[in-house]
């Protein structure tokens, strides 16, 4: 794996720990499972550890939630794209056995 598909690689499984199990539950050891690169690998690419990660993977949900309310509410707030919202939302808690909370509510809490 490359080195520019490790760094994302890592900020969507920090961003998935942060969601399941907050700040707390996002160890680097955790971290290093969830993406199977090797615990120095994370360091490497996030010499400030944890610290660093949890923001980078925050804002980077941030803009992609963005971006998808952007595109779903083009023609503004239908019944279609809050359906599609709310959808998109089930579908993901679905999908990871309804463990996967809010990636800033989860570690607020």
Do not use: Q
């Not at 998935?16 to 499972?33: I, Q, V």
């Not at 690998?41 to 550890?49: A, L, R, T, V, W």
């Amino acid at each position: 794996m490359s080195a520019a598909e490790a760094k994302p690689r890592i900020e969507r499984a920090a961003a998935e720990l942060l969601a399941r199990d907050g700040y707390n539950g996002m160890g680097l050891k955790a971290l290093s499972k969830a993406t199977a690169l090797p615990y120095g690998s994370i360091y490497h690419h996030f010499p400030g550890g944890k610290e660093e990660i949890a923001p980078v993977a925050i804002v980077g949900t941030a803009v992609a939630i963005g971006e998808l309310l952007t595109a779903t509410l083009v023609d503004g707030v239908t019944d279609e794209a809050v359906r599609s919202m709310f959808g998109f939302m089930a579908d993901r808690l679905e999908a990871s056995d309804w463990v996967a909370g809010c990636i800033v509510g989860t570690p607020a809490l």
